[in-house]
């Protein structure tokens, strides 16, 4: 089981950008997923979950600027992040939960700044 993400960088606030997670080793649709982040000497915290069947929940911070969304047949899911902030700034991880344990990729930088 694995998950590499992709796409991260370094935007101006009020950019935009587009994470991907590629999943393999499994079930890719029978699987939910998520996107967490850890920012420099904070806890890493959930930013958006996506089910099965599409639903989607986010934080309250990211609410109404970031879109999560899944392509099962790229075995792939997304993280649309528009007006970006300075405190949007970290590392943002893929996860799921494979057999009880949580799987987690290696992570993709975010800063942003001016």
């Known amino acids: 089981v694995q998950l590499v993400e992709s796409g991260g960088g370094l935007v101006q606030p009020g950019g935009s950008l587009r994470l991907s997670c590629a999943a393999s080793g499994f079930t890719f649709s029978d699987y939910a997923l998520s996107w967490h982040r850890q920012a420099p000497g904070k806890v890493r915290e959930s930013v958006a979950f996506i089910s099965t069947g599409g639903a989607t929940t986010y934080q309250n911070s990211v609410r109404g600027r970031f879109t999560i969304s899944r392509d099962n047949a790229k075995n792939s899911v997304y993280l649309q992040m528009n007006n970006l902030k300075p405190e949007d700034t970290a590392v943002y991880y893929c996860?799921?939960?494979?057999?009880?344990?949580?799987?987690w990729g290696q992570g993709t930088q975010v800063t942003v700044s001016s």
């Open positions: 996860n799921m939960f494979w057999r009880g344990s949580s799987v």
